[in-house]
Protein backbone atom coordinates (compact mmCIF):
# COMPACT_ATOMS: atom_id res chain seq x y z
CA UNK A 1 0.00 0.00 0.00
CA UNK A 2 2.77 2.52 1.27
CA UNK A 3 4.47 1.96 -2.42
CA UNK A 4 1.22 2.45 -4.94
CA UNK A 5 0.63 5.50 -2.73
CA UNK A 6 4.36 7.03 -3.24
CA UNK A 7 3.76 5.71 -7.10
CA UNK A 8 0.57 8.06 -7.11
CA UNK A 9 2.49 10.82 -6.28
CA UNK A 10 5.26 10.60 -8.15
CA UNK A 11 3.30 10.14 -11.53
CA UNK A 12 1.46 13.30 -9.98
CA UNK A 13 4.13 15.37 -9.49
CA UNK A 14 5.54 14.13 -13.04
CA UNK A 15 2.10 15.36 -14.80
CA UNK A 16 2.59 18.38 -13.20
CA UNK A 17 6.50 19.54 -14.23
CA UNK A 18 5.65 20.77 -17.93
CA UNK A 19 2.22 23.28 -16.70
CA UNK A 20 5.15 24.80 -14.20
CA UNK A 21 7.44 24.91 -16.73
CA UNK A 22 4.70 26.87 -18.95
CA UNK A 23 3.55 29.13 -15.95
CA UNK A 24 6.95 29.51 -14.89
CA UNK A 25 8.70 30.15 -18.07
CA UNK A 26 5.62 32.68 -19.37
CA UNK A 27 5.97 34.42 -16.44
CA UNK A 28 9.48 34.97 -16.31
CA UNK A 29 9.54 36.03 -20.09
CA UNK A 30 6.97 38.45 -19.57
CA UNK A 31 8.57 40.10 -16.52
CA UNK A 32 11.60 40.49 -18.15
CA UNK A 33 10.10 42.13 -21.27
CA UNK A 34 7.98 44.68 -19.34
CA UNK A 35 10.99 45.11 -17.41
CA UNK A 36 13.08 45.82 -20.36
CA UNK A 37 9.87 48.10 -22.18
CA UNK A 38 9.62 50.16 -18.79
CA UNK A 39 13.76 50.71 -18.82
CA UNK A 40 13.60 51.64 -22.86
CA UNK A 41 11.10 54.04 -21.60
CA UNK A 42 12.87 55.64 -18.87
CA UNK A 43 10.55 54.68 -16.19
CA UNK A 44 12.64 52.77 -14.14
CA UNK A 45 15.70 54.19 -14.95
CA UNK A 46 16.76 58.10 -15.65
CA UNK A 47 16.41 59.19 -19.09
CA UNK A 48 19.59 59.67 -20.62
CA UNK A 49 21.48 63.34 -20.68
CA UNK A 50 20.25 65.80 -23.66
CA UNK A 51 23.54 67.23 -26.05
CA UNK A 52 23.80 70.73 -24.96
CA UNK A 53 25.03 73.73 -26.31
CA UNK A 54 28.56 74.72 -26.07
CA UNK A 55 29.32 71.10 -24.61
CA UNK A 56 32.04 68.88 -26.44
CA UNK A 57 31.38 65.78 -28.07
CA UNK A 58 33.48 63.86 -25.80
CA UNK A 59 31.98 65.80 -22.72
CA UNK A 60 28.52 64.39 -24.15
CA UNK A 61 29.88 61.03 -24.81
CA UNK A 62 31.26 61.02 -21.01
CA UNK A 63 28.22 62.21 -19.82
CA UNK A 64 25.85 59.52 -21.68
CA UNK A 65 28.11 56.59 -20.68
CA UNK A 66 27.78 57.76 -17.25
CA UNK A 67 24.30 57.61 -16.90
CA UNK A 68 24.07 54.48 -19.08
CA UNK A 69 26.48 53.03 -16.09
CA UNK A 70 24.09 53.60 -13.85
CA UNK A 71 21.11 51.23 -15.95
CA UNK A 72 23.78 48.52 -15.95
CA UNK A 73 22.51 46.44 -12.45
CA UNK A 74 18.75 46.21 -14.17
CA UNK A 75 20.06 45.48 -17.53
CA UNK A 76 21.77 42.21 -15.71
CA UNK A 77 18.40 41.29 -13.80
CA UNK A 78 16.10 41.11 -16.39
CA UNK A 79 17.92 39.83 -18.85
CA UNK A 80 19.20 36.97 -16.58
CA UNK A 81 15.62 36.33 -16.11
CA UNK A 82 14.57 36.45 -19.78
CA UNK A 83 17.88 33.61 -20.53
CA UNK A 84 15.73 31.16 -17.29
CA UNK A 85 12.32 31.93 -19.59
CA UNK A 86 14.05 30.75 -22.84
CA UNK A 87 15.62 27.34 -21.52
CA UNK A 88 11.97 26.94 -20.69
CA UNK A 89 10.98 27.93 -24.04
CA UNK A 90 13.73 25.28 -25.37
CA UNK A 91 12.27 22.85 -22.32
CA UNK A 92 8.49 23.41 -24.14
CA UNK A 93 9.83 22.55 -27.96
CA UNK A 94 10.92 19.50 -26.74
CA UNK A 95 7.48 18.26 -24.84
CA UNK A 96 5.98 19.69 -28.03
CA UNK A 97 7.92 17.49 -30.20
CA UNK A 98 7.42 14.41 -27.90
CA UNK A 99 3.09 14.93 -27.97
CA UNK A 100 3.04 15.40 -31.21
CA UNK A 101 4.85 13.11 -33.11
CA UNK A 102 8.04 11.33 -31.10
CA UNK A 103 9.35 9.18 -33.94
CA UNK A 104 8.98 12.56 -36.54
CA UNK A 105 12.35 13.72 -37.68
CA UNK A 106 10.86 17.62 -38.69
CA UNK A 107 9.35 17.46 -35.20
CA UNK A 108 12.76 16.13 -34.23
CA UNK A 109 14.33 19.03 -35.83
CA UNK A 110 12.28 21.58 -34.85
CA UNK A 111 12.52 21.41 -31.33
CA UNK A 112 16.56 20.94 -32.07
CA UNK A 113 16.39 24.66 -33.89
CA UNK A 114 14.69 26.07 -30.95
CA UNK A 115 17.25 24.77 -28.68
CA UNK A 116 20.01 26.12 -30.79
CA UNK A 117 18.66 29.38 -31.08
CA UNK A 118 17.86 29.62 -26.70
CA UNK A 119 21.18 28.77 -26.99
CA UNK A 120 22.37 31.28 -29.36
CA UNK A 121 20.32 34.08 -27.83
CA UNK A 122 22.03 32.78 -24.11
CA UNK A 123 25.64 32.78 -25.15
CA UNK A 124 25.18 37.10 -27.41
CA UNK A 125 23.34 37.68 -23.91
CA UNK A 126 26.27 36.96 -21.78
CA UNK A 127 29.11 38.42 -24.42
CA UNK A 128 26.58 41.36 -23.89
CA UNK A 129 26.45 41.85 -20.24
CA UNK A 130 30.40 41.06 -20.05
CA UNK A 131 30.67 43.59 -22.64
CA UNK A 132 28.62 46.11 -21.21
CA UNK A 133 30.00 45.43 -18.19
CA UNK A 134 33.69 46.34 -19.36
CA UNK A 135 32.15 49.40 -20.84
CA UNK A 136 30.50 50.61 -17.44
CA UNK A 137 34.06 50.10 -15.66
CA UNK A 138 35.95 51.88 -18.49
CA UNK A 139 33.14 55.19 -18.75
CA UNK A 140 33.41 55.59 -15.13
CA UNK A 141 37.38 55.65 -15.07
CA UNK A 142 40.16 57.75 -16.96
CA UNK A 143 39.84 56.14 -20.52
CA UNK A 144 39.36 57.37 -23.42
CA UNK A 145 35.88 58.12 -24.34
CA UNK A 146 36.15 57.57 -27.96
CA UNK A 147 37.62 54.23 -27.26
CA UNK A 148 35.08 53.76 -24.93
CA UNK A 149 32.50 54.02 -27.49
CA UNK A 150 33.91 51.94 -29.78
CA UNK A 151 33.88 49.41 -28.04
CA UNK A 152 30.23 49.80 -27.41
CA UNK A 153 29.19 49.68 -30.93
CA UNK A 154 31.06 46.16 -31.21
CA UNK A 155 29.43 44.53 -28.46
CA UNK A 156 25.92 45.74 -29.68
CA UNK A 157 26.41 44.86 -33.12
CA UNK A 158 27.88 41.33 -32.25
CA UNK A 159 24.51 40.85 -29.82
CA UNK A 160 22.48 41.92 -33.16
CA UNK A 161 24.33 39.44 -34.72
CA UNK A 162 23.47 36.55 -32.25
CA UNK A 163 19.85 37.77 -31.80
CA UNK A 164 19.17 37.54 -35.76
CA UNK A 165 20.45 34.04 -35.73
CA UNK A 166 18.33 33.32 -32.45
CA UNK A 167 15.41 34.48 -33.91
CA UNK A 168 15.93 32.76 -37.32
CA UNK A 169 16.39 29.68 -35.33
CA UNK A 170 13.08 30.00 -33.53
CA UNK A 171 11.31 30.94 -37.18
CA UNK A 172 12.50 27.49 -38.56
CA UNK A 173 11.94 25.18 -35.39
CA UNK A 174 7.77 26.83 -34.73
CA UNK A 175 7.65 26.73 -38.40
CA UNK A 176 8.61 23.02 -38.45
CA UNK A 177 6.17 22.04 -35.12
CA UNK A 178 3.76 24.18 -36.62
CA UNK A 179 3.43 21.97 -40.20
CA UNK A 180 3.34 18.62 -37.93
CA UNK A 181 0.73 19.82 -35.67
CA UNK A 182 -1.27 20.87 -38.97
CA UNK A 183 -0.72 17.26 -39.99
CA UNK A 184 -2.07 15.68 -37.35
CA UNK A 185 -5.56 18.33 -37.45
CA UNK A 186 -4.44 20.44 -34.34
CA UNK A 187 -5.18 23.56 -36.29
CA UNK A 188 -5.67 25.70 -33.42
CA UNK A 189 -2.42 25.72 -32.13
CA UNK A 190 -0.28 24.97 -35.16
CA UNK A 191 -1.86 28.38 -36.76
CA UNK A 192 -0.88 29.72 -33.33
CA UNK A 193 2.99 28.09 -33.57
CA UNK A 194 2.58 29.42 -36.98
CA UNK A 195 2.13 32.65 -36.38
CA UNK A 196 4.94 32.92 -34.08
CA UNK A 197 7.24 31.56 -36.77
CA UNK A 198 5.95 34.89 -38.45
CA UNK A 199 6.43 36.88 -36.11
CA UNK A 200 10.00 35.51 -35.08
CA UNK A 201 11.40 35.86 -38.92
CA UNK A 202 9.77 39.32 -38.97
CA UNK A 203 12.32 40.08 -35.58
CA UNK A 204 15.05 38.46 -37.16
CA UNK A 205 14.21 40.55 -40.31
CA UNK A 206 14.57 43.38 -38.17
CA UNK A 207 17.83 42.77 -36.82
CA UNK A 208 19.14 42.68 -39.92
CA UNK A 209 18.06 45.83 -40.91
CA UNK A 210 19.63 47.28 -37.46
CA UNK A 211 16.93 47.28 -35.03
CA UNK A 212 15.45 50.34 -33.30
CA UNK A 213 12.11 50.56 -32.38
CA UNK A 214 10.39 48.39 -34.81
CA UNK A 215 12.38 45.41 -33.16
CA UNK A 216 11.69 46.84 -29.49
CA UNK A 217 8.11 47.09 -30.41
CA UNK A 218 7.78 43.11 -32.13
CA UNK A 219 9.50 42.61 -29.20
CA UNK A 220 7.53 43.82 -26.58
CA UNK A 221 4.22 42.20 -28.48
CA UNK A 222 5.87 39.41 -28.33
CA UNK A 223 7.47 38.90 -24.95
CA UNK A 224 4.50 40.46 -22.97
CA UNK A 225 1.45 38.30 -24.48
CA UNK A 226 2.35 35.66 -27.64
CA UNK A 227 5.12 33.82 -26.35
CA UNK A 228 3.98 33.55 -22.80
CA UNK A 229 0.36 32.13 -23.99
CA UNK A 230 2.11 29.81 -26.64
CA UNK A 231 4.24 28.47 -23.37
CA UNK A 232 0.83 27.94 -21.15
CA UNK A 233 -1.17 26.16 -24.40
CA UNK A 234 2.04 23.77 -24.94
CA UNK A 235 2.65 23.20 -21.38
CA UNK A 236 -0.96 21.27 -21.33
CA UNK A 237 -1.22 20.41 -24.82
CA UNK A 238 -1.97 16.29 -24.66
CA UNK A 239 -1.32 13.34 -26.67
CA UNK A 240 -3.88 12.47 -29.85
CA UNK A 241 -4.86 9.47 -28.21
CA UNK A 242 -5.69 11.31 -24.64
CA UNK A 243 -7.60 14.36 -26.22
CA UNK A 244 -11.34 14.59 -25.35
Not at 138 to 151: K, L
Request: glycine content about 10%; hydrophobic content about 55%; charged content about 10%.
Amino acid sequence: MVTQTRTRVTARDASRRPGMTGYLGAAALAVATAWYALATLHVTVAAPPQARSGVTANQTLRAFYHWFAGTLLQQRLYMAIAIGAFAAFAALALLARQVLAPASSLAAAGSRAITAGVIAYGTGTVIFLGGHQAVGLMATHDNPIQVTNSIAFTIDTIDQAFDLTAYALFCAGMAALAWVALRQGRRAWGGYTAALAVLALLIAWSYGAGGGDVTNDLLFAGGLVLLPAWMIWTSRLQPASQQG
